[in-house]
């Protein structure tokens, strides 16, 4: 089945003890991207990769950290999780090619910092 | 990417057409309208695209006007299971796309 997966699904942390939170997808997308959604928010991009050691900026990359070593994975890192980053997290892929570009997202992770 | 205006929130009863508007007033030539919506916390689920012209698929139909600087999506009978958010963004297809900026979408509400 093509999806994907994002683990843990619901993490409780505290101040400054680091950790990563896993992407991957089994549909050989180039692109591949993190959001967070808070309340009243909506969605807003993290970081994103246009493929294998291509990564960016979104609109909101502070405190965070990303890597794209190989095409199917891309884990969020957070070196030092502060409070502020308590927020439901969102990956994504997209193929990019010259067809349909929809997105599909994996079911989200839920990230408490004490 | 262009951004894109939404309503925060639509009513709309159970059975009758939804019609969520989207304003991408400054949509450049290359770029795609892609409308996904998000039942609960959910990750956010496609729904339909388009370029230019009005696109219909099996959930709902793209409405975009002549100019393309705004658009509609409707869901022709709505039910209670189509209560979710709607976001409506802007990009530009094939592999000219990087960042992505999704909004703050609009809460359908659909009632008995």
């Known amino acids: 089945e093509a999806q994907v997966t994002q683990n843990p699904r619901y993490l409780i942390t505290v101040t400054g003890k680091k950790l990563t939170v896993t992407c991957s997808q089994n549909?050989?997308?180039?692109?591949m991207s993190w959001y967070r959604q808070d309340p009243g928010l909506g969605l807003r991009q993290i970081y994103y990769?246009?493929?294998?050691?291509?990564?960016d900026k979104g609109d909101v990359p502070e405190g965070y950290k990303v890597s794209r070593k190989e095409k199917r994975n891309f884990p969020l890192i957070l070196e030092s999780p502060s409070p502020n980053q308590t927020s439901l997290y969102f990956c994504?892929?997209?193929?990019?090619?010259?067809?349909?570009?929809?997105?599909?997202f994996g079911p989200g992770t839920r990230l408490t910092v004490l | 990417d262009a951004k894109t205006t939404q309503p925060p929130s639509m009513d709309c009863a159970e059975g009758r057409a939804a019609n969520l508007p989207c304003n991408h007033s400054?949509?450049?030539?290359?770029?795609?309208v892609y409308w996904y919506r998000q039942i609960h916390s959910q990750g956010p689920q496609y729904i339909i695209h388009?370029?230019?012209n009005n696109e219909t698929n099996e959930m709902a139909s793209l409405i975009i006007t002549e100019d393309r600087k705004s658009s509609t999506l409707i869901l022709p009978h709505a039910t209670l299971r189509d209560t979710a958010v709607y976001y409506c963004?802007?990009?530009?297809?094939?592999?000219?796309?990087?960042?992505?900026?999704f909004g703050q979408g609009t809460i359908l509400t659909v009632h008995p």
């Open positions: 994504a892929s997209s193929p990019r090619t010259s067809g349909s570009n929809e997105q599909f």
């Open positions: 549909m050989n997308h180039e692109y």
């Open positions: 990769s246009m493929n294998v050691e291509v990564t």
């Open positions: 400054t949509i450049s030539g290359n770029e795609y």
């Open positions: 388009g370029l230019k």
């Open positions: 963004i802007v990009h530009a297809g094939g592999t000219s796309y990087g960042k992505l900026t």
